[in-house]
């Protein structure tokens, strides 16, 4: 039974390099192609800043996808999640060390704001995991009904209105050697993913998971145990989103990043994670989060610049699609290929 499943992860390998190479050259004929379209205005040193301050709110949160997704289930609770731990993090700010509030330093609010932070989303997690590990609920309809759980209770905390703050704003603004901070975030994230899921037996057994259930019972795992690390990691991760959302906005409301969800399925499939569990790759999600804000922040620029009006911002989703439905042709016809020659 090992041997079968360590086979499994050989083949899972292979495939996956396969997969991202011709993510890669996806993604550099994309950036190519608008830099040679738009000239300075998408290839300079600006343009380039402004793109790695966007995707890391969205590219944090693909981690929570791909970590589900592995097992086969999914997370639509992250959004949720993360704005209900900004909001946390948020009150905490102003409460403590705000104007008005019981002049706590800082030095002592912003550690306990974004310990709190991460503690609400890893509850939200562990009750994800609860409801799917041990009740037993589809994960997308057990995460469905809590990402509107943690939505209606972030509008119960805060009334409706944001709630403003700026004691973040070095993390969500601030740079490290030119590089913004929320950069380096999603670059610390994806090596500690890289590690894990290629290095660790947990990482292992989250492959097995999605793979073969069944078998990976059999050969030991303890099913539930790792689903339950799963969702909690995965809503850990979205408490790290929280904070950059409440860092980049200066504010944290309940409805923040209401498209994410979509946008981050989206990442994960492109980026070649199988909806049915057992494949995908960290380097894959990384391509998927590159090639999305290269032909998101390209083709905004063209409509822009051939049509003069700001509804080019629209053109985003349309992007979105074409790109999906382009690598999944793609996909398609190589693993018809693929099938044929063997």
Same mark, same amino acid.
């Given at each position: ?77 992250? $959004? ?5 731990? @900004? &909001? %946390?993090? =948020?009150?905490? #700010?102003? +409460?403590? *060390? ?84 929320? $950069? ?5 994230? @994806? &090596? %500690?993913? =890289?590690?894990? #899921?290629? +290095?660790? *037996? ?141």
């Amino acid at each position: 039974m090992q041997e079968s499943l360590r086979r499994n992860v050989f083949v899972r390998e292979l495939l996956s390099e396969n997969q991202t190479l011709r993510l890669f050259i996806i993604t550099a004929l994309i950036f190519v192609a608008f830099s040679l379209l738009l000239g300075e205005r998408f290839f300079s040193v600006r343009n380039l800043q402004s793109m790695a301050v966007q995707f890391p709110e969205f590219g944090i949160l693909a981690f929570a996808i791909l970590i589900t997704m592995l097992t086969g289930g999914i997370d639509l609770s992250i $959004v949720g999640a993360a704005n209900l731990s @900004a &909001i %946390v993090a =948020a009150l905490i #700010l102003t +409460r403590l *060390s705000g104007d008005g509030g019981a002049g706590v330093p800082l030095a002592a609010t912003i550690p306990l704001a974004m310990v709190a932070a991460l503690a609400v989303a890893s509850l939200c997690g562990l009750f994800n995991g609860f409801l799917v590990s041990r009740i037993g609920i589809t994960p997308i309809l057990a995460t469905l009904g809590t990402g509107s759980l943690y939505t209606g209770l972030s509008y119960v905390i805060t009334g409706g209105p944001a709630i403003t703050t700026t004691q973040l704003a070095f993390i969500g603004n601030g740079t490290i050697a030119g590089v913004p901070i929320p $950069v380096i975030v999603f670059i610390v994230l @994806a &090596i %500690v993913f =890289a590690v894990m #899921l290629n +290095r660790t *037996s947990f990482g292992f057994n989250v492959y097995m998971l999605g793979t073969n259930p069944r078998a990976a019972l059999f050969s030991g795992i303890h099913n539930e145990r790792v689903l339950m690390r799963t969702y909690w990691l995965a809503g850990l991760v979205a408490g790290i989103a929280g904070i950059i959302f409440l860092a980049r906005a200066n504010s944290a409301k309940p409805d923040y990043g209401a498209t994410f969800i979509l946008l981050t399925v989206l990442i994960a499939i492109l980026g070649g994670v199988r909806y049915t569990g057992g494949f995908g790759t960290v380097s894959g999600l990384v391509l998927s989060v590159l090639s999305i804000q290269f032909l998101s922040t390209g083709l905004n620029m063209l409509m822009l610049q051939l049509s003069g009006s700001s509804a080019a911002i629209f053109f985003r989703q349309f992007a979105w699609g074409a790109l999906l439905l382009l690598v999944m042709v793609v996909n398609y016809y190589v693993e018809q290929r693929r099938q044929r020659s063997t």
